[in-house]
């Protein structure tokens, strides 16, 4: 069984991944150009812990499209080495990060210099998990005939969201910052 870092040695960086994405590349580039870090106690803070970014993604997912230029942006700011592996080349590696059961990503494994998991977090911020949850409990039952079309209006709506909206950013920064701060006490 591989370990973490060993599945962050094989990995491609995180700019590598982004310039090959096939789908929303625009959106994710656009996000990446326009999204700040400043840098302050936290940037710092990871910049003093040495630390390296496993990220498990697929850039077929909505989630990913925004959470990874703002990862990277906070990666890119602190000095920190950021690669990712592809969810669906190798699910051994989702099924030890499983979330409430599914296979969830993007998921972003903080890592120290032993390789050692010090954070973990993904795959969405808690104000964006009760958007998505509100806008699913819209939809029509499963097995309504309309429920394929609206389905994909919803995602399609929350995607134009994540693109646009950059107090949707914040809310992936701030609880990313959150997460990983406790961590590092």
């Known amino acids: 069984m591989k370990t973490e870092q060993q599945y962050f040695d094989e990995a491609i960086s995180i700019a590598s991944y982004m310039d090959n994405m096939s789908q929303f590349k625009e959106q994710s580039m656009a996000i990446y150009q326009q999204f700040d ?5 936290f940037i710092q803070r990871l910049k003093e812990k040495n630390l390296h970014i496993l990220t498990i993604t697929e850039d077929w997912c909505g989630d990913a499209m ?38 969830a990503i ?26 998505v949850e509100e806008a699913r409990a819209g939809l029509p039952q499963k097995d309504d005939p ?3 079309e609206a389905q994909k209006d919803l995602y399609k709506n929350l ?9 949707l950013w914040s809310y992936v920064y701030e609880d990313f910052k959150k997460q ?5 006490v």
């Open 37 to 41: 870090v400043s840098n302050d106690d």
């Open 66 to 103: 925004l959470n990874n230029p703002i990862i990277r942006k906070v990666a890119e700011a602190a000095d920190m080495e950021m690669r990712t592996a592809l969810r669906d080349a190798d699910t051994e590696l989702i099924d030890r990060h499983l979330t409430n059961g599914g296979r």
């Open 180 to 184: 990983v701060t406790a961590a590092l």
């Open 146 to 148: 309309t429920f394929e």
């Open 159 to 167: 995607l134009q969201q994540y693109a646009s909206n950059q107090k």
């Open 106 to 131: 993007p998921i972003y494994l903080l890592l120290n210099e032993a390789g050692e998991i010090v954070s973990k977090w993904g795959p969405r911020a808690p104000e964006l998990q009760q958007m």
